[in-house]
């Protein structure tokens, strides 16, 4: 969807028009109708493209502010300092951002995130991640709800994600707690019809901040005080988010209780099985649950089937509300629903049909096997880096230069990732952002094997600077290499602190990641652009003969950006020359040094030789360098001449 699309849908303002919109934009809008007026996020699948919305139209919006955080601790801390003067604010990050604004935020939800004076609101739309689709692990971060006492909805479709917007705001104001939205991929990446409401009305107008130390201060005892309101902040919420939840009526013995997307896949699943009289209680707000609405549901029944991805978080709280008031129901789920990856409705049907002793339908049988045979015939497509990419270039010098058979790699979370799959193989460990190196501190003190950490120039400003605080307090014998591209590139290219701009679009300095690597104490500092493979070679090489800590900034900015950029200067210019490579077939001894050691993927292998899809190509050169029979052939053609070349 293009630019001119997106401003348009977010900023027009015609109440009751009915447009399709995906997920993330449908919120975007929901927010605005709303009246946000601080959002802060460090981006994360599935729901960084809110954050990419805000950034375009903010400075439409009279005292809307849009931030890029460095982490997700510092956007959760700057939207509650926001909320505490008094101004919508919301923060957004993907399920394990959670871990990293984990901290912060339970210290906020116990002191609530209202003025003193009770303006204000905070809410937190958190992305999951089921089957792992964006993301290196799928933990359920719905527990965090429950431990820190958010009010956590949780919408089935993309109109109840725009809808409830509002009224979770009207939730943290009104009882000053922190509103937990959870999304996952099928809502924030779903296209559905909603309504469009009128904007709220935007000015420049300051919030202020009211002092209350027994509210702000979170020392004893006011700690103390502050839990023991939040307890009653949330026993006096539940009348009021039990509006969020519905009972569907039926008359059989046998009930589910369901919460998100799995609504909609328990529904398909009784449909199949034509099962229409079977009562269901919807959960839009899983914490607190209603227990008044979970009586009523149950009191008839005789056996409860929970439908939940991941975890048993519902299901727990279920069975505890059924043994406090004597509920003799039998309640069941992960028994019959698998605790890892993304339910769908195939997954629904084969747990009810356990859970029943029903036989599936041959017709069931034969669609799922004709899936499977279909799944078959389509090519297996693993993540791969963009042909071009500095980090593949980069990948290739490290694998030149060291031994792998005695070499740790210590890889991270970023596009480099990618390097364990075949045939690179260069990441023994991936644990979070900047627990690479991390890793590889302690494993320098116990292995005399050499080690090599990697880490994005985004994931440095994240938690990277710490943990190279910690390598240089302990001298640890460790190889960092920090890939600088400029910009958080596995998101898609958004912007951090070594981008020189904001997001709001505004020019910002970008800080020397050499001096700063240096005012901490790291001895030996290089800085090499890794489409010079040679250079960066030697350069490893020189660093495998010291000792202690040693960094490599490996400085290219990320192809995919820069193309942009100059698409969009050459579209008003004639370009002064054009870089061509090519291959020459008769030189070409199909030795693999570009096609398995470089792996790029403008490459082409053919019977006798390889070549070069010009489609692909981005002209970045290092397939010319490191061809070791020089047939790799460089030509620059000059279009401003006639036909020089």
Request: hydrophobic share 40%; proline share 6%.
């Amino acid at each position: 969807m293009r630019f001119a699309l997106e401003e348009k849908v977010l900023v027009k303002g015609n109440p009751n028009e009915r447009v399709m919109l995906i997920g993330n934009m449908a919120m975007a809008r929901g927010l605005l109708e709303t009246g946000v007026q601080f959002v802060s996020q460090y981006p994360g699948t599935p729901v960084t493209d809110i954050g990419v919305y805000f950034s375009r139209i903010a400075k439409k919006f009279p005292g809307l502010y849009f931030q890029w955080a460095s982490n997700e601790a510092a956007s959760i801390t700057a939207a509650a300092g926001a909320s505490w003067c008094g101004i919508k604010s919301l923060t957004l990050m993907k399920h394990v951002g959670m871990n990293v604004a984990a901290d912060a935020l339970s210290v906020i939800a116990l002191n609530g995130p209202t003025s003193a004076d009770g303006r204000g609101g905070l809410l937190v739309i958190c992305g999951g991640d089921p089957g792992s689709l964006g993301s290196h692990q799928e933990q359920n971060e719905r527990f965090y709800s429950w431990m820190f006492h958010l009010c956590h909805f949780e919408p089935a479709n993309v109109v109840e994600a725009k809808e409830w917007i509002p009224l979770a705001y009207d939730i943290s104001q009104k009882f000053d707690l922190v509103s937990f939205y959870r999304i996952t991929s099928r809502i924030a990446h779903t296209v559905e019809e909603v309504e469009l409401k009128s904007l709220a009305e935007y000015n420049e107008e300051k919030g202020k901040f009211i002092k209350n130390i027994p509210k702000y201060c979170s020392l004893p005892p006011h700690c103390i005080t502050n839990h023991r309101r939040l307890y009653e902040r949330m026993e006096k919420v539940v009348p009021s988010v039990s509006r969020f939840n519905r009972i569907i009526p039926g008359d059989s013995k046998f009930g589910i209780i369901t919460a998100g997307p799995p609504f909609g896949y328990t529904v398909e699943a009784l449909r199949y099985f034509k099962l229409d009289d079977v009562p269901i209680l919807k959960l839009g707000v899983v914490n607190p649950l209603p227990e008044r609405q979970f009586l009523e549901f149950a009191q008839n029944l005789d056996r409860i089937l929970v439908v939940e991805e991941l975890e048993p978080f519902v299901e727990i709280e279920i069975k505890r509300l059924a043994q406090e008031h004597h509920i003799s129901a039998e309640i069941t789920g992960k028994k019959y629903i698998k605790n890892w990856g993304e339910l769908n409705p195939n997954e629904v049907v084969s747990g009810i049909a356990k859970f029943l002793e029903m036989p599936l339908i041959d017709s069931f049988d034969r669609k799922l096997q004709k899936y499977q045979e279909y799944l078959k015939l389509v090519p297996p497509r693993p993540p791969t880096f963009c042909a071009g990419c500095p980090e593949r270039a980069l990948l290739y010098s490290i694998k030149a230069a060291t031994n792998e058979a005695n070499t740790i790699y210590a890889g991270d979370i970023g596009c480099y990732v990618m390097s364990f799959f075949p045939p690179l193989g260069l990441t023994d460990w991936v644990i979070c952002m900047s627990g690479g190196l991390g890793a590889a501190v302690g494993a320098a003190m116990k292995t005399d094997q050499e080690i090599i950490a990697l880490m994005g120039d985004s994931t440095f400003y994240h938690t990277g600077i710490q943990i190279l605080v910690n390598a240089v307090y302990n001298n640890a014998n460790v190889i960092l290499i920090i890939l600088d591209n400029s910009w958080t590139a596995m998101t898609g290219g958004h912007p951090n602190p070594n981008s020189g701009i904001n997001g709001m679009g505004e020019p910002t300095p970008i800080p020397s990641m050499r001096d700063i690597c240096k005012s901490l104490g790291v001895p030996w500092v290089r800085v090499v652009d890794p489409y010079k493979p040679k250079l960066m070679t030697s350069t490893i090489l020189e660093a495998r003969k010291q000792s202690g800590l040693k960094v490599i900034i490996s400085q290219r900015e990320c192809m995919l950006q820069a193309r942009k950029r100059m698409q969009k200067v050459f579209s008003k210019l004639v370009p002064q020359k054009w870089d061509f490579y090519w291959i020459e077939s008769e030189r070409c001894a199909m030795c693999g040094t570009c096609a398995q050691n470089l792996c790029c993927t403008a490459l082409r292998r053919n019977t006798d030789y390889m070549s070069i899809d010009q489609e692909r190509c981005t002209a970045c050169g290092v397939c010319y360098e490191i061809c070791p029979n020089s047939a790799v052939i460089h030509t620059v053609i000059n279009p401003h001449l006639d036909g020089g070349v």
